[in-house]
């Protein structure tokens, strides 16, 4: 298990959620969700310019065992996908933080307390380490 | 409790993902289900089967008692260490179990039973013993390990005792032999395999599973776990049982009609029951699909057809196809414009014949 960076929010659904502005907030699902999952397939993405809501299903992830919904970790619009990840789903198992982000949301006003909400990586940590008992 | 192979720690050891398999606690992956699926289709892998239940029939009617209790004809074989897949039915002609038989002499025979199906096929086979007065004995002490690959005879062969090599290396395919492996401990050596690729499945004494596993490994053969067995028997073509076909599915149903032998004069358990249904029509069929669309066939998905509908039973994503294969079962005759619901969203699929890939290259 690779380590958790610091600057993550998690939900308790294991999607991550990282700022890197005032307008830019981006989403992956973690590494312990991908190594659940197993070998990813493919992956449905939102379209840039779509509306998510924080806690709705706003994408697909499906691997070799099963398809898993993604949870919006905060509201906003959509105004990047990593196209990527359409040829080499498989991105996100190698590297679930990095290269294998999912997409980027520009965050709306409420985002803030939605943020706020989220697991910090001690807490998402300790969540994980109580699932695997 | 789940059960546990003698092999288990070993898995353990090599970090596999464990799961519950029909009871027994088994290894899904050691890593990447895709890699072992891969390795199996270019190299040679290797898969734990010592869930699966051996039971040696002994007694001078054995021939005559599997006669009665299989589908398949067993008078199709004839030489020592032949073997034949066939289905056990019960009297509705729904399948109790599908199964390896060996012959090894006119006296004795071997069956390789499911793990999952072990208590029930065990309870069934035993009723019936006695009146052609045979022993049923189950090897709870034997492992198997199957090796699998385009390389995976030469590296097996390479671990046997020099003076029975060359006899192993002449098998033909469903034809087993008895050798010595490292160390001279006992082999009973099978051409036979789940994945469509040639190889061994090799039954060897419990005592001795680890260090043969162990030579395999050293001899460049990976560990492979059930997600790529699964993935690689159905790019093969071959069916699972209680995905495929339970008790309440026949072989016509289930795309077993080519391991039925109706032959003259043999009054085996399920045939009165399969003749009548062939003669009133068989209501449904078992096909093979291919999904050209991005997503993944998954067992229980409705498959819509133009009358009636059907649905999938067993459903991957392909790694040597790069897209999904199925079998599902559908109203008989329902070939075109099928389609199926997937979250709501409904996708065209295509009839294929199947082996979906053969010999390590995709047939459909």
């Known amino acids: ?133 | 409790m789940t059960k546990q192979t003698i092999l288990n720690t070993t898995h353990r050891a090599a970090g596999a993902k464990m799961v519950d398999f029909g009871g027994w606690d088994m290894p899904l992956h050691y890593g990447s289900q895709l890699e072992e699926h891969h390795a199996v289709r270019r190299d040679a892998g290797m898969f734990d089967v010592s869930h699966m239940t051996v039971v040696d029939l002994h007694g001078a009617h054995t021939r005559e008692f599997l006669r009665h209790l299989l589908a398949n004809s067993v008078d199709k074989l004839k030489a020592p260490g032949k073997a034949l897949y066939s289905c056990m039915l019960n009297e509705r002609g729904g399948v109790i179990d599908d199964l390896i038989v060996y012959f090894l002499g006119e006296d004795f025979f071997r069956v390789v039973v499911n793990a999952a199906t072990r208590d029930k096929d065990l309870a069934w086979i035993r009723k019936q013993a006695p009146a052609f007065d045979v022993s049923v004995t189950e090897r709870a002490e034997l492992a198997m390990i199957a090796v699998q690959g385009p390389n995976a005879r030469t590296k097996a062969l390479g671990l046997l005792h020099a003076d029975d090599r060359g006899r192993i290396e002449k098998l033909g395919k469903f034809v087993a032999g008895e050798a010595r492996g490292p160390g001279d401990m006992p082999l009973f050596v099978a051409r036979t395999g789940y994945t469509g690729e040639d190889g061994f499945e090799i039954i060897v004494p419990e005592t001795d599973a680890v260090a043969l596993w162990n030579a395999l490994a050293a001899a460049g053969v990976a560990p492979a776990g059930l997600g790529a067995r699964d993935t690689l028997r159905l790019e093969a073509g071959m069916n699972l049982y209680g995905q495929d076909m339970d008790e309440d599915i026949t072989p016509w149903e289930a795309g077993l009609a080519w391991t039925v032998s109706l032959d003259a004069g043999r009054d085996f358990v399920g045939r009165s029951a399969l003749e009548k249904q062939k003669e009133g029509g068989v209501p449904r069929e078992l096909v093979g699909l291919v999904l050209e669309d991005k997503g993944v066939l998954r067992h229980g998905q409705r498959v819509l057809a133009v009358v009636g509908e059907g649905e999938i039973l067993s459903g991957i994503f392909s790694p040597t196809l790069g897209k999904s294969i199925a079998f599902a079962r559908v109203p008989a005759g329902a070939r075109d414009n099928l389609r199926v619901d997937i979250r709501g969203r409904e996708l065209p699929l295509r009839v294929v014949k199947y082996p979906f890939v053969r010999d390590g290259k995709p047939v459909s």
């Open chain 1, 1 to 133: 298990m690779s380590e958790i960076p610091g600057d993550l929010k998690f939900r308790k659904s294991h999607e991550w959620a990282r700022v890197e502005d005032a307008d830019q907030v981006r989403i992956g699902i973690s590494d312990h969700a991908q190594a659940q999952l197993g070998d990813l397939v493919y992956v449905e993405l939102p379209n840039v310019g779509d509306r998510i809501e924080a806690g709705n299903a706003c994408a697909v992830v499906e691997s070799v065992k099963a398809a898993s919904d993604v949870y919006a970790p905060v509201s906003g619009e959509v105004v990047a996908v990593n196209e990527a990840l359409a040829d080499k789903p498989e991105t996100i198992n190698e590297d679930a933080y990095g290269d294998g982000w999912l997409f980027v949301v520009k965050p709306d006003a409420e985002a803030k307390d939605e943020l706020e909400e989220l697991l910090d990586p001690d807490a998402y940590a300790e969540l994980i380490e109580n699932e695997e008992h």
